[in-house]
């Protein structure tokens, strides 16, 4: 499955709100995955934001985004979403999509299966 991860790319105040999208391509699609979406600065290790089963009935966040952002999907589309509210400026970062066979796998960078490009969240203080 090929990645693309998109809506970041330009300069953002904090408080903002930004919707980050991934959607795929190829013959097999991101509905059939748990997908995640992660960040990733010069100082610090690729993180987890956000992850959602294929289902969309499981959702799971990183603690600093305490109920900030929303992670959902549409199957239809073979796009999965990332609503970021009350932006900071620490939130900046390139964003990645990922997939994951399991659920059970979902928090671990390593066992991600193939990464979109990233898109570039910068946000002013």
């Known amino acids: 499955v090929q990645l693309q991860a998109s809506g970041g790319g330009g300069l953002v105040q904090a408080g903002d709100s930004l919707t980050l999208s991934c959607s795929s391509s190829?013959?097999?699609?991101?509905?059939?995955?748990?997908v995640g979406w992660f960040r990733q600065t010069p100082e610090k290790e690729r993180e987890r934001v956000a992850v959602?089963?294929?289902?969309?009935?499981?959702?799971d966040y990183g603690d600093f985004t305490k109920g900030r952002f929303t992670i959902s999907r549409n199957n239809m589309n073979n796009t999965v979403f990332l609503q970021m509210n009350s932006l900071k400026p620490e939130d900046t970062a390139v964003y990645y999509c990922?997939?994951?066979?399991?659920?059970?796998?979902?928090?671990?960078?390593?066992?991600?299966?193939?990464w979109g490009q990233g898109t570039l969240v910068t946000v002013s203080s």
């Open positions: 990922g997939v994951v066979g399991t659920w059970r796998n979902s928090k671990l960078r390593s066992k991600y299966i193939t």
């Open positions: 190829g013959p097999t699609t991101i509905s059939d995955y748990t």
């Open positions: 959602i089963d294929e289902t969309g009935s499981l959702r």
